[in-house]
């Protein structure tokens, strides 16, 4: 009899040790389902920010494509542009947004030089200045800076120390670069 109450003793142990390990590998799936899904989740947020940051692009592509076909600027170009670029400082970096204010004031130049109907009593200087902005948005469109920097901004799955050493190289090919006609060149020192 005594060999029953150990052996039924030993079975309630053993059911309670089964109990407990059933327990803790539910526990342990939740914590994997749970993983699982936050690194779903925040690949599928960098997924949208990359997505909203090409509409952007394309946009502002779109927008250098009719310059380039039609060699001026119209409102109506100037009017998308503005509205592709409005979401610009949530979804990229300051020096994008700074590049893209440049590229704004240039266009706006531009538009209200393509408006101007006597053009030949306008003073030199801002015959000059249009054509400047003209030059500077050509080669900029030559160069492909609005690539290069929006490449830096949207490395969809590279880790931060990449894209720490994708701005390095970015900065010091900027140091390295030809200056844009008219300007003066920026000496540096390393």
């Not at 039609?70 to 947004?97: H, Q």
């Not at 204010?101 to 408006?115: A, D, M, N, T």
């Amino acid at each position: 009899m005594f060999e029953i109450v150990q052996w039924a003793d030993s079975f309630h142990s053993l059911i309670w040790l089964v109990l407990i390990l059933i327990f803790f590998q539910f526990v342990l799936a939740w914590g994997l389902l749970s993983l699982v899904y936050y690194v779903v989740s925040k690949d599928k947020l960098r997924h949208e920010l990359f997505s909203r940051q090409l509409s952007v692009f394309d946009g502002i592509q779109e927008v250098f494509t009719d310059f380039i076909v039609k060699g001026y600027v119209e409102a109506d170009e100037l009017r998308r542009f503005v509205s592709v670029t409005s979401e610009a400082p949530f979804i990229l970096s300051r020096e994008v947004v700074e590049h893209l204010h440049e590229i704004r004031l240039k266009l706006i130049v531009l538009v209200v030089w393509g408006q101007v109907q006597d053009r030949k009593n306008l003073p030199v200087s801002e015959r000059e200045k249009a054509e400047a902005a003209e030059r500077w948005l050509k080669d900029h469109i030559d160069a492909d800076t609005l690539q290069k920097l929006f490449t830096q901004d949207m490395a969809i799955f590279s880790s931060s120390r990449k894209r720490k050493m994708a701005n390095r190289f970015a900065a010091k090919e900027r140091r390295f670069s030809r200056p844009v006609a008219g300007e003066q060149p920026a000496f540096t020192t390393l």
